[in-house]
């Protein structure tokens, strides 16, 4: 995978969002309420700040059993991609079709590791959308969480697919240190709870996601808030 530069980055995510604000779009909704009056809109990329902490597990593996202790305090800056569905090839795994796919993208995992660093899309698609990887993401359309969308409060609430299944997006990542010698620890579980105000302006939450070496074994953690206001 060619690494990418996180200015490069965030300059790749505002420029995919006049091309899908031109889409005619009438999204599906779950949990009550309608399109029309939705406060969570069908695509929108928001400036984020996330603030947390990683942690490093007492077991090789991440399970129940797991115990985690703090390891770095974070505050970062990044982005938060919202779109339609992007589940093209119906590729789903049997966890349904997701009425909003969600991108976060904070820091670059892979080729600037600091602590707080995470990308983690719902689709595999969304790394192609905003320039990342390639476009094998894009044609496998692969979903690796459950996404439940309540138009109504303006609500998103996304959990990861079991482990095996959130092994096949590799971009799904976080570094729990900083420094060149620091790990990418891929996101084999969690999630995040999402809540969008004053008519999808602004965005707020929580994440919370379990990792785990790809070729090396350890148990790793990263709990972050979020808060953002949508791109102008």
Do not use: C
């Not at 789903?92 to 820091?107: A, E, K, P, W, Y």
């Not at 993401?137 to 996304?158: C, F, H, K, M, P």
Request: glycine fraction near 12%; proline fraction near 3%.
């Amino acid at each position: 995978m060619r690494p990418i530069s996180p200015i490069r980055h965030l300059l790749i995510i505002v420029s995919i969002v006049a091309s899908f604000l031109s889409w005619n779009i009438t999204s599906a909704q779950t949990g009550g309420g309608n399109a029309t009056t939705s406060t969570i809109p069908s695509v929108a990329v928001y400036d984020i700040v996330i603030s947390g902490a990683t942690y490093f597990g007492d077991t090789n593996f991440p399970g129940s059993a797991t115990r985690y202790s703090a390891y770095q305090n974070f505050t970062l800056q990044g982005a938060l991609v919202v779109l339609p569905t992007r589940d093209a090839s119906g590729v789903n795994f049997d966890n349904g079709r997701n009425v909003r796919d969600i991108g976060i993208f904070v820091g670059s995992p892979f080729a600037s590791p600091q602590a707080g660093a995470v990308w983690f899309a719902t689709n595999t698609t969304v790394f192609a959308d905003v320039g990342i990887g390639n476009v094998n993401q894009r044609l496998a359309s692969l979903d690796v969480a459950y996404v439940t969308v309540n138009e109504r409060s303006g609500a998103i609430g996304v959990r990861v697919d079991d482990q095996s299944i959130a092994r096949t997006s590799q971009l799904n990542s976080f570094n729990v240190k900083s420094g060149l010698t620091a790990n990418v620890y891929q996101i084999l579980g969690g999630g995040m709870e999402l809540r969008f105000n004053r008519r999808g302006s602004q965005v707020s939450g929580a994440l919370d996601f379990i990792g785990s070496g790809y070729l090396y074994p350890g148990s790793t953690r990263i709990q972050a808030t979020i808060s953002g206001q949508l791109r102008g």
